[in-house]
């Protein structure tokens, strides 16, 4: 029942805070999550993703990619349109070589019915892609090639994704994006079409386009905001 409320109450918190919403404003910390404790690491729920391991290590949540399984999304427990997400995110040197340059680390908003924001980066590409998935095709909003705020194998990528739908003008209804790799804005950009996303999940993501079977990552410093209301 505690759990239960928990949720509920940081959902009805990320609604709350909508009518204010700002694309380009500041952002308000109303869940974060070290992944030090089991307890906190089961706050993760998966969303997606048919054979996905998880256990902890050093202090963080270790994901392993399963068999005839591309990606491993995991759900935290803020329910909402206009958020932000972070995390931690390391490609571990566990993953199979043949598969350590189509890995990606990422976050995922407004996930849910087939369709979701993505923010991937791939380290050993030192690449990043800002996708809106769903419908007829998946949409690159934007793409960072050789972008040196990609960090390579066992090293912490900082990731950050922020999706705001602006609340008056007449750019009402339109989505503004922007997504972060440390301190580096990698890409921003604006969707007219935010209404197609009805899902409200907030997730981490790790795999692969296709077969991602044998990929290790770990992920930590999890946090969640929304506009602040001031």
Known sequence: MKGRFAATFLAALAVAALACAVAGGAMIGVYRNSMESLAQRSQLVKLSGRNCAR????????????????????????????????AS??????????????????????????FKYQLLVFP???????????????????????????????????????????????????????????????????DDGAGDLSGRNSTVVVGTIKNGNGIVASVDDVVVRVPSPF
């Open 55 to 86: 256990a902890g290590v050093n202090g963080a949540m270790r994901v392993t990619v399963g068999k005839k399984t591309a990606a491993c999304a995991f759900r935290t427990p803020v329910l909402g349109r206009d958020l932000e997400i972070a």
């Open 89 to 114: 995110e390391r490609l571990l040197s566990g993953t199979p070589a043949n598969l350590q340059r189509k890995a990606f680390l990422g976050l995922e908003l407004r996930a849910g019915n087939g």
């Open 124 to 190: 050993r590409q030192q690449k990043a892609q800002l996708i809106k998935v769903g419908g007829a095709a998946s949409k690159y909003l934007a793409i960072a090639k050789n972008e040196k705020a990609v960090l390579g194998i066992n090293e912490a990528n900082k990731l950050r994704l922020r999706a705001v739908n602006v609340t008056s003008g007449p750019d009402k209804g339109q989505a503004r994006l922007f997504a972060y790799v440390g301190k580096t804005l990698v890409a921003e950009a604006k």
